[in-house]
């Protein structure tokens, strides 16, 4: 596919949603990609981007930045709280907060510099041991730890279980979001986003789709 197929596919999701495209941003998944390609896709005028890694993500978009401008890098995988400091440096927001103890080294990182990355908290929505994630019973006094600690709480994020329908997984994230006043959702990826877009989706998460298959070597 390209970049230009998934932003019709975005736009027409959001036509059969009843919802303005400019409502939801397309985050471009560019973990174990290379230079050549990431360069092609910012050439088209992509400026959101997602790394899975803190140490591939600073090895590569500091110089990309200077090249291309003020390109926006979300931190969308598992962060480990002893690479929170670099992480609160170079991106930009963090969708993987699953934890009191990230939590609090987040905050106190944020104190310290004056400033936080846009926070979204991870919620293991279908409830599978081998994911990160608080769990959806649980999600309620996280995210008001979390807002007690003075976080810029943007939203929630999500990774529906493999192989089953992700729209009822979608609407409960929502639901979750709703009654706790957070209107960002960081969900759906290359083989659903457009369910994620009509479930109410804010940020997609898309790499494959855009980029190619990835060759991990």
């Not at 400091?85 to 609090?104: E, G, M, N, W, Y």
Request: aromatic letters at 6%; one cysteine or more.
């Amino acid at each position: 596919m390209s970049l230009s197929a998934i932003k019709s596919r975005l736009m027409s999701a959001c036509t059969a949603a009843g919802r303005a495209p400019s409502s939801v941003t397309l985050i471009a998944v560019s973990k174990v990609q290379p230079l050549d390609r990431l360069r092609a896709v910012l050439s088209e005028g992509q400026m959101i981007f997602g790394e899975n890694y803190v140490q591939e993500a600073a090895g590569k978009w500091p110089d990309l930045r200077a090249e291309f401008g003020p390109v926006q890098v979300h931190m969308i995988g598992p962060l480990q709280t002893n690479k929170a400091k670099p992480a609160v440096a170079l991106f930009d927001a963090i969708h993987t907060l699953d934890r009191p103890s990230l939590a609090r080294k987040l905050a106190a990182l944020a104190q310290q510099r004056g400033a936080s990355p846009d926070i979204f908290i991870q919620i293991n929505i279908g409830e599978e041991p081998q994911k990160a994630g608080v769990l959806p019973a649980e999600a309620d006094d996280f995210i008001t730890e979390a807002r007690q600690l003075a976080l810029p709480i943007r939203g929630l994020m999500c990774i529906p279980p493999e192989n089953e329908d992700s729209t009822p997984h979608f609407k409960a994230l929502a639901a979750i979001a709703a009654r706790n006043g957070l209107d960002g959702l960081s969900m759906g990826m290359s083989s659903d986003f457009e369910a994620a877009i009509a479930a109410g989706a804010t940020h997609i998460r898309v790499g494959s789709a855009i980029f190619g298959a990835r060759d991990y070597g």
